[in-house]
């Protein structure tokens, strides 16, 4: 079992420009969670799917950020345009049923300058 | 609301010391899961124990231990005769339908 893969591991940006953030979650995992961490914010949630589609979408800051998951292995988290309070650590979860210990993957650093 | 509660912002022991991380939460769920998660200088989230609201047990799992009581709405964990290894960032978490963080402990453990 591989875990959960995310890429890129570092992504260093200008303001302004598109950001996409990889996830690949474990095979037969149904929920898939996007997570941001700060110093100012901590760990928090912005989005989760369920086989695909996604149940809540409350955390996602702004109108700049959108995710999407096409299919059972892939998901990308998407910010257009970039700016430098995106700075953080993005990770992506999987779990095979309603969050009950997911895995994590090793995180994506974002920094937008 | 729900909410999990880490007080102690920073830990520091010596190596073989005994420390406890809190960890207080607030729902009106009754069914609930609580965690525990570590994360290591290298960054990556390591999950360590699940519990559920109706298993109040204590586990022990090396020199880990975790102590769940439902009347204090508190979920500790304990490591025994800590490590400089053990040195990382603790995050409790709770989940009803979506998992919420606390705030972590960071522990330093010196040799």
């Known amino acids: 079992d591989a875990g959960v893969i995310q890429s890129p591991r570092h992504e260093v940006t200008e303001m302004g420009q598109e950001v996409t953030l990889r996830c690949k979650p474990i095979s037969g995992h149904d929920y898939l969670f996007w997570y941001r961490q700060t110093m100012m914010r901590g760990l928090e949630l912005l989005i989760y799917f369920n086989n695909n589609v996604p149940i809540d979408d409350s955390g996602m800051p702004e109108d700049r950020f959108s995710a999407k998951m096409p299919n059972a292995s892939f998901s990308t988290l998407k910010i257009q345009p970039s700016e430098p309070r995106d700075s953080a650590v993005y990770f992506c979860?999987?779990?095979?049923?309603?969050?009950?210990?997911?895995?994590f993957g090793s995180g994506t650093r974002l920094t937008v300058v | 609301a729900q909410k999990v509660t880490q007080a102690q912002t920073e830990i520091s022991v010596v190596e073989k010391e005994d420390v406890t991380l809190d960890c207080v939460y607030e729902t009106r769920d009754t069914t609930y899961y609580l965690f525990w998660y570590k994360q290591p200088p290298s960054g990556e989230l390591v999950f360590l124990i699940r519990?559920?609201?109706?298993?109040?047990q204590n586990e022990i799992s090396g020199r880990y231990s975790w102590n769940f009581q439902k009347s204090t709405s508190s979920f500790n964990f304990t490591i025994t005769a800590s490590q400089v290894v053990d040195s990382a960032v603790y995050f409790c978490a709770f989940n009803t339908d979506k998992l919420i963080f606390g705030t972590g402990t960071r522990l330093q453990v010196f040799p």
């Open positions: 519990r559920n609201s109706f298993d109040e």
């Open positions: 979860a999987s779990s095979r049923f309603a969050f009950r210990g997911g895995t």
